[in-house]
């Protein structure tokens, strides 16, 4: 058994229809709910939105207080296998490549330590060669003695696999579905072992066998009607929490941004609704974490913050060597699975990022919003 | 029974004071030592996964420059933990960090609920105990589980009123008056107390003092909240001692209709 099967009884398209029909009345008696039926109710176009952000916002303070702690990504590489239409890695774009070395990462992370971080998340294109499960031990081995909480986010692994990553410290795991629309998925991903919906739906259980403490989730939002992801994505959560109950969830919102291949969104997402998802899940789920990266601009994250937010990330960059310039020697396109040397001055983003603000002045905005930057809320000492 | 007006003592420390505070949630460090200040408590405590425990003076984790340990007596606590292992290896950690020897042992494996599993703080509390650890363990409001963590040499008890953050009370009333009534440790209603009035409930009962955090931290004037609720914690306290009067089913005239029998 896993939310595969419980996925594939989810009477989403009735959960879906709600979700675009439901009155302002039926809205406002699901403040109360925790179901997913009150879920749909919450996500509906008749809802009080105001409403929905005054009972986020005291359920936030009440199970996190005016704390915000703060995270950035280490990207170690961006060469992919996998064809994705939406993806600036996807393997056939003719993007400048690069994996970093374990030591041109940890150079990445001092820079990033310097910065006040203590909590990081490593990412990586999915490719068994360049971004073998070795060298994720290797990188996070390397970053154990100094950095109290490591994350990852990086093509799935297998149960197995994940276990020496865990031991060496890793503490959390990202998996994005992308889109829990089967046919959008298929659609999406042409090539690679991303293809595989199950598997990779299956991922954060397999995370959760291997140890890992964290297990966060979402969708890719603008690849279909975001009230149906929405409704997938809380059926996820409410799955982990029953069977990964020793795991902390979260939950991201990353909306579709510009990228390489200039792949444009198939639906749209509007800041009202992103806002509105951000809030109906919090009053589903009060004890989640809820993450948001700088693919939004400062004005939505900083509105944001009171209404549900527990992690935000910070001046990040999301090219390998984006910090510093490491490993920009190495530069390369990737053609058939063979390097093809050519020059550059920086790998290629997976995204554009649209909050530009350095970390302090993220955190000196925190404060002036009432808020306490928390920079360390993990020891690796709590790593089993 | 002791004496109900002799001040808290907790493992031959005296306090002024039965309001201890927690640290987390607040919107900044200055405000945090502002209510704390208010509150009057003496006692205070702190997540160790928030702060540097490798001596390196970390500015990015200082959450313990805010907090005198000559003014207040430092509580560490291993919030985070889900096992013994995990909770015996962050407190010695925190000792080695921050000197105390005093420890809130809090055990909890599910992040939903935050509720503390009985197994695995036994078994810290036993190991940390041995170690030389001040234990002031938190429990659920399990009478035999008080008494065995008392028998094996915690400091107190720290039963939960209800889940931590919830603000709905004391849901678990009649166990924690079995774990009064039988401690031989002083008792800490921890976890839960959302009003003053709450606070003052489990004084009122008996509880040796109070452990509250969100209600502060989480209030729109976390100093003024703090002082309510030392306020109320000293009421509470002050019933308590005085001893409160019988609940009844009718009215009872407060000048009585027999008097006369008597003039």
């Known amino acids: 058994m896993s939310f595969v099967e419980t996925f594939n009884a989810l009477p989403v398209t009735a959960l879906h229809r709600y979700a675009q029909t439901a009155t302002a009345a039926e809205a406002a008696a699901a403040f109360a709910g925790r179901s997913l039926e009150s879920f749909a109710a919450l996500i509906s176009p008749a809802a009080d939105l105001e ?53 041109q990462a940890a150079a990445e992370a001092r820079y990033l330590q310097n910065e006040g971080f203590r909590h990081i998340l490593l990412v990586a294109g999915e490719h068994p060669h360049f971004v073998s499960k070795t060298f994720l031990r290797d990188c996070v081995a390397k970053l154990r003695p100094t950095w109290p909480s490591i994350a990852l986010e990086v093509g799935p692994l297998e149960t197995e696999e994940y276990r020496p990553i865990v031991e060496a410290g890793a503490e959390g795991l990202t998996i994005y579905q992308e889109t829990y629309n089967r046919e959008v998925y298929a659609a999406m991903h042409a090539s690679g072992p991303k293809t595989d919906f199950n598997s990779r739906l299956e991922t954060p259980e397999r995370a959760y066998l291997a140890g890992f403490r964290r297990l966060g989730i979402g969708a890719l939002l603008g690849l279909t009607d975001w009230r149906y992801e929405a409704i997938c994505v809380a059926a996820h959560i409410q799955y982990l929490l029953k069977h990964c109950w020793q795991a902390q969830i979260t939950m991201s919102v990353p909306r579709l941004r510009p990228a390489a291949g200039a792949f444009q969104p198939l639906s749209q997402v509007t800041d009202r609704e992103l806002v509105q998802f951000v809030c109906a899940i919090r009053m589903t789920f009060p004890e989640i974490g809820i993450a948001l990266s700088t693919r939004e601009t400062a004005k939505l994250r900083d509105g944001l913050v009171p209404l549900g937010l527990t992690m935000i990330s910070a001046g990040s960059h999301t090219e390998p060597g984006g910090y510093t310039g490491q490993g920009h020697e190495d530069l390369h396109l990737t053609k058939g699975g063979h390097r093809i040397d050519t020059q550059g001055e920086h790998a290629t983003v997976q995204f554009e990022i649209a909050d530009n603000r350095s970390p302090a002045q993220v955190a000196a905005k925190l404060n002036t919003l009432g808020y306490e930057p928390i920079w360390k809320d993990w020891d690796m000492a709590l790593n089993g | 029974m002791t004496n109900p007006d002799r001040p808290l003592q907790i493992a031959g420390r005296t306090f002024g004071s039965r309001l201890i505070m927690g640290t987390g949630k607040f919107a900044s ?145 009649a166990s ?42 989480a209030a729109a004037d976390p100093v003024r909240m703090a002082e309510a609720f030392k306020h109320a914690v000293i009421a509470g306290r002050t019933a308590y001692a005085i001893g409160l009067a019988p609940k009844r089913r009718e009215a009872d005239a407060t000048s009585p209709l027999t008097g006369f029998l008597n003039q």
């Open chain 1, 51 to 103: 409403q929905l952000a005054r009972q986020a916002h005291a359920l936030t303070i009440r199970h996190f207080g005016r704390v915000m702690r703060l995270y950035a990504p280490l990207y170690l590489s961006n060469e992919c296998i996998n064809v994705c239409r939406y993806c600036g890695f996807s393997r056939d774009n003719p993007i400048l490549r690069v994996t970093l070395t374990v030591e």
């Open chain 2, 176 to 217: 924690i008056a079995i774990i009064i009534e039988q401690a031989t440790v002083p008792v800490v209603v921890d976890a839960g107390l959302g009003a003053p009035s709450q606070a003052a409930e489990a004084l009122e009962m008996g509880a040796d003092a109070v452990l509250v955090n969100t209600a502060i931290a």
């Open chain 2, 29 to 173: 460090g200055e405000l945090m030592a502002a209510a704390l200040a208010a509150s009057g408590a003496e006692m205070v405590t702190v997540a160790l996964r928030r702060a540097d425990l490798t001596g390196g003076q970390d500015k990015f984790a200082n959450i313990l420059t805010f907090l005198d340990p000559k003014k207040y007596q430092l509580l560490p606590n291993t919030s985070g933990a889900r096992t013994a292992d995990e909770a015996c290896r962050l407190a010695r950690l925190g000792r080695e960090a921050t000197g105390s020897t005093w420890l809130k042992l809090e055990i909890h494996p599910d992040p939903r609920y935050l509720l503390p599993d009985p197994i695995e703080t036994m078994l810290a509390a036993t190991t940390l105990v041995n170690e030389g650890f001040t234990v002031l363990p938190y429990i659920n409001a399990d009478p035999v589980l008080a008494k065995r963590l008392a028998d094996a040499g915690c400091a107190t008890v720290m039963p939960l009123g209800s889940p931590i953050g919830s603000a709905r009370g004391i849901e678990t009333r």
